[in-house]
């Protein structure tokens, strides 16, 4: 335990989010507190790798960064456009395309970002990304189809709790 607190004294990444939780807490949203921290790390490029589901909020995000003074890079998740089949993966419709997390993150290692913001991709598909990137990677949107991207609903809300086995 002590070598762990001890880390924390030499961390910039934890002394920057810990300031960041008491100064914006209840006032800024996880948006602003992402912009906020690349500042204060000093992060100058952000990676966007969002779902195309989600290309509206990606955009508003990147348009926000931006206007925070960011170079901001996007990657959509159908990007390289392989067709499903040619894994023999299950499709919606033919001619889905599959995700690429592991592209997106690649391209965003190549260009060198500092960090790197998931929006909305796929359970399992954010993982991949994760493990891929070379960034610190942080996720300003979580995809929750059934929940309008908003999984905390199915903990909180009596329905979904009871829908879990959790009351």
């Known amino acids: 335990m002590e070598r762990t607190v001890e880390s924390y004294r030499r961390d910039e990444l934890f ?22 921290l690349c500042e204060r790390m000093v992060w100058k490029s952000v990676g966007v790798a969002f779902c195309v589901g989600l290309a509206e909020e990606a955009r508003a995000l990147c348009e926000f960064l931006e206007g925070r003074g960011l170079e901001v890079y996007s990657v959509c998740c159908k990007v390289g456009g392989v067709p499903k089949s040619k894994l023999s993966l299950l499709e919606l419709k033919p001619g889905d395309k599959v995700c690429n997390p592991r592209l997106q993150a690649r391209l965003l290692n190549e260009i060198g970002t500092d960090l790197n913001v998931l929006v909305g991709l796929c359970v399992g598909h954010d993982i991949i990304f994760i493990e ?9 949107v979580v995809k929750d189809r059934r929940l309008a991207h908003c999984p905390a609903l ?4 009596r329905y979904y709790r009871r829908k879990l086995g959790l009351e």
């Open 154 to 157: 199915a903990l909180t809300n």
């Open 132 to 140: 891929e990137s070379e960034a610190p990677v942080t996720v300003a």
């Open 15 to 36: 002394r920057s989010a810990s300031e960041i939780e008491v100064e914006g807490y209840m006032e800024w949203t996880r948006v602003e507190e992402i912009a906020e």
